[in-house]
């Protein structure tokens, strides 16, 4: 066969071969047996390994896995990966179902979409002239991990659409119950721990830098939504569905449209009955307004949609014995009892303790050591203890007393009028706090420190290589390698990732510190008030109390912190080790009041722009009150085109809606 023949013969299997993927997943209709899918994809990666030039970006060979990468890139997401509010009972349902008829308007024939709630974790995938060339995990929402290489391999993600156009799409990758229960038999054979769930099993999976381990591992995929595109013809998300159904995507077949709410909560519970035959794990429902215009209207918080809501099922409820109540000790001191239970399956994993939260509750809930007690998870993730069964009490069970003395530390205990939690006094001195503080320190949100997580901070506590926060800053090489399980390369990563969080911009050494009442939020107020440690530390209380989302507890918290002359002493040690005391991120935008051309207004981006990246102009928009979404509709107030724009300025003009060019953009912006 001459060159050009071997050509047209490949792009001829890899035409089959995307026919015979699409019959089969978005379909669900195979027209040939899965032997001769094999001996196509054999002939073809044949072809490919001789002549790699003929090699696509799109070629179904890319399902084995490629090359493996050294680490995963961050990726904005256009449009934030937003959560859903969450209903626990049909009530609840209710509640929602009145909130939206309230803001639509009464005569409003709302119709509602009901979709399984998958258990797996959100995706967003793009496509360019109809090729699969992007794939993104949800990660926190506005920022994720490019997963690409190993979203290839899930068979069920076209690598080529059926039409030629560019596309966003965001659905759940999971782990189906059968493989699961596969990959861990698997594991225990190889003496790896098992997966505790099908979730993690997922996210584990896609987390592999080899995306032929990730090929391995049979992953699957719901889509569930549009993300930016050009489909502006689109009145109703279940036509939505079902357009990207045509192009190819897999999407649930249970997905149904009601037009009232009885026949939809029927229909929950029908499903909820399902549930254990269903061949992959579900944690809850999803309502969604059908209507596509009413969803703009609607619009959403800065968390979650208005127009959609997840149920979630209540929670499976089981039986174990409370062997004994054990005391843990947290950060600031607070003691909380943990009862310790013989191991029991619940809501697909095996639980051996569960909260009790404090001595209140265990009176309240009359539990005693040795009890039968009913097991759930709350949330289906955190296991606690509901209730004794008193009926299964022999007489050998015994009352759980607090004692007088920290546990960990033997300090005085003290509980202050009016709060429930039981604290160990002893703050600086006591181990258990100590460790604690410095696993705060650098978790995620926090100072950030990849591959130092909870295990290792206790390893290094133990072994006395560090005592504050400041010791992680001077921990040197010789003294790592003599640790257990610490090779040269893993020392290597951890002390570079300890350097490299000595650039963390302000608000995350605020969180680090761990003052109390100051959160995620509390210590991006104040990093972006006050901009500097130095500032931050001479601030007066009336400065700190004016800061935005701070109450009298917090800025009493935080002014006493800063004027302890063992924080100051710890901030001084930080800051001649190298640590930033600066805000680095975006200042806020004061918006005033009045003539605001932003506020409450609806803006759509098109085509490039050449000052900004789109991100950016989003948030200066969303700064200054307005909204921005993804496609044009009668709602959208204006239109802001770059260059090349396409069908949504057709679109536009077509509709009357206001038209801004990048500069007039920017003109009005400042
Ligand atoms: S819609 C703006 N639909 O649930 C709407 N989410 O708690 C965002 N999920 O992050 C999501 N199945 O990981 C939607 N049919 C479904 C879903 C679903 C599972 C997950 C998704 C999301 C989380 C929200």
Known sequence: MTIVNIKKRANEIRTLLHQYNYEYYALDNPSVPDAEFDRLMQELIKIESDYPEL????????????????????????????????????????????????????????????????????????????????????????EGERVFENLRTIKSIPLRLKQPIDIEVRGEVFMPKSSFEKSNVDRLANGEEPFANCRNAAAGSLRQLDPKIAAKRNLDIFIYALGENDLSYLQNHDESLQVLNELGFKTNSLTKTFSNMEN?????????EDRPSLPYEIDGFVVKVNQLGYQQKLGMTSKAPKWAIAYKFPAEEVVSKILDIELTIGRTGQLTPTAILEPVQVAGTTVGRATLHNEDIIKAKGIKIGDYAVIRKAGDIIPEVVRPIVERRTG????????????ECGSDLERLDGEVATRCINHTGCPAQVR????????????????????????????????TVADLYRLRKEDLLKLDRMGAKSVDNLLQAIEVSKQNSLERLILGLGIRHIGKNGAKKLAQ??????????????????????GDKTADSVYTFLHHTESLALLDELAQLGVNMKYKGPKPVVVAAG???????????????HQMKRNEAKALIESRGGKVTGSVSANTDVLIAGEKAGSKLTNAQDLGVEIWSEEKFIEIIQ
Not at 397 to 407: A, G, K, Q, R, W
Request: include cysteine; aromatic fraction near 8%.
């Open 55 to 142: 090699r696509t970006e799109d070629s179904p060979t890319v399902r084995v896995g490629g090359a493996a990468v050294s680490k995963f890139e961050k990726v904005q997401h256009l449009n934030p990966m937003l959560s859903l509010s969450n209903a626990y009972s049909m009530e609840d349902l209710n509640e929602f179902d009145k909130r939206v008829r309230a803001e639509v308007g009464p005569d409003a024939e709302i119709e509602y979409v009901g979709e399984l709630k998958i258990d797996g974790l959100a995706i967003s995938l793009k496509y360019q002239s109809g090729v699969f060339h992007d794939g993104v995990t949800r990660g926190d929402g506005t």
């Open 595 to 609: 003539d605001n051309p932003f506020a409450e207004k609806i803006f759509v981006l098109t085509g490039t722009l």
């Open 396 to 407: 050998e069970e015994f009352e759980f007393v607090l004692p007088t003395e920290c546990p």
């Open 436 to 467: 604690e503080g410095l696993i705060h320190f650098v978790s995620r949100d926090a100072m950030n420190v990849d591959g130092l997580g909870e295990k290792v901070v206790n390893q290094l506590f133990s072994n006395g290589l560090i005592h």
């Open 264 to 272: 939809l909560q029927a229909y929950i519970q029908q499903i909820h």
């Open 529 to 550: 008030k006050f901009e500097t440690m130095e500032q931050l530390k001479i601030a007066t209380f009336d400065e700190l109390i004016t800061t935005e989302d701070m």
